[in-house]
């Protein structure tokens, strides 16, 4: 298994009274055999009601570049005792769902489970490199030279990561856009 990229980063939380308040993330690109491998981790710690309180999320994403078939691994851990819906701890497992795809690289790459910029440059910086990295592990695969060509990062319609995807499966699966 070869590591392609790998980013990690905490952030103290300044409006908090307590010092261990840390929030961290940890990304993560590998290339195994005939698949491509993302892993993203965010933990929180967060006060809720005046309890201290902890949440994991877990996002992987498996290609397979000779299949063009899409794994997508969802994960919440969290320590509430609560099934409040959206607090709850989740455990997703799907192939080629489209849906839970662009909700992947939107909150578990682009956004990082937060805002835009709550990381900072130094994250956003990982994520154009993870893309950057995406681009050049898949786009030599396709087999339109259409796709072989374009230019995923000059506009993409959703997002760079997300559109070469869908076009990666439809073009190795044969399904006409």
């Not at 300044?14 to 961290?24: A, G, L, P």
């Not at 851990?77 to 192939?95: C, H």
């Not at 682009?110 to 709550?118: D, I, L, P, T």
């Amino acid at each position: 298994m070869d590591l392609l990229f790998s980013y990690s980063q905490q952030k103290k939380d300044k409006n908090r009274k307590r010092d261990e308040s840390v929030s961290q993330c940890l990304l993560r690109l590998h290339k195994h055999n005939d698949e491509l491998t993302y892993e993203g981790i965010f933990e929180f710690d967060y006060d809720r009601y005046g309890k201290s309180q902890q949440i994991t999320f877990e996002h992987n994403l498996v290609i397979n570049l000779i299949s063009g078939d899409v794994f997508i691994k969802y994960k919440i851990k969290n320590n509430l005792d609560t099934d409040v819906k959206m607090f709850r701890n989740t455990d997703r497992e799907k192939k080629n769902d489209f849906k839970l795809l662009f909700d992947l690289v939107e909150n578990g790459i682009a956004r990082g489970e937060k805002r835009r910029g709550y990381w900072g440059v130094k994250y956003e910086r990982s994520v154009d490199k993870i893309c950057d990295i995406f681009v050049q592990q898949i786009q030599p695969n396709f087999k339109s030279q259409f796709l072989k060509d374009k230019n995923y990062k000059l506009k993409p319609f959703y997002n760079t990561i997300y559109d070469m995807l869908v076009d990666y499966h439809l073009d190795i699966k044969g399904i006409r856009t």
